[in-house]
């Protein structure tokens, strides 16, 4: 082949490779071959999107916060265990690798109940200082959080090792948070379990103590979940 064919070769390669570049500008023709329009012409890739949504069964799902006596007498008081009774959301994934997804989720602050094995007057008390001093459940009856972002490793058998990462709404104040959590995914089923911390003065909230501070609850709380969502 002679150089003049070489050239012109490499010059049709390359004006083909760069309309057909993603993002590149091109003047856009008419019908009759002649140019009508100066608009560049861009090639945008759309955005994936999660193939399943599932709602989360709270029958079927056990959600707990742990609160930890802390004090010069400490030893005399008792951690607290509360159930988390009425909390709904949707979960969004995409099959086989988890990723995009997304969790969304609403907490009724008023349902939140302690499991201790303690007298009826006590548990009346302690649930009513959660309620009215520290949840303030009339002003913010709800709590939600809404993940920015997933990320999923597969473990095995179905299960990934997947980090939620959203902002958590609590007390009125919205804060970031980073939930670590097993995901299994079954028969129209996914299950999801592990532990976060937050602490209460992150959302303004001051912890509870009595007899001049000797007792109190200390700031950091523990949170349990055991989630199932379906289709």
Known sequence: MTPRRINRSLFVASFVALILSPGTTAPRHSTSGNFTSSE???VISEPVIPDARY???????HFSVKAFAGGLLSAFAHDHNIAIKDFSGEAEFTYGTVQPASLRMTIKAGSLSVTDKVSASDKQKI????????LEIAKYPEITFRSTGVTATKAGGGQYQARIVGEITLHGATRPLTIPALLEFGDKTLRARGTFALKQSSFEIKPVSVAGGTIKVKDE????FDIVAHP
Do not use: C, G, N
């Not at 649930?127 to 520290?134: F, G, I, K, S």
């Open 55 to 61: 709602k989360i069964d709270s029958a079927q799902s």
């Open 40 to 42: 560049p012409l861009v």
């Open 127 to 134: 649930e009513a200082t959660m309620r009215d001093e520290v």
């Open 221 to 224: 709380l523990k949170f349990s």
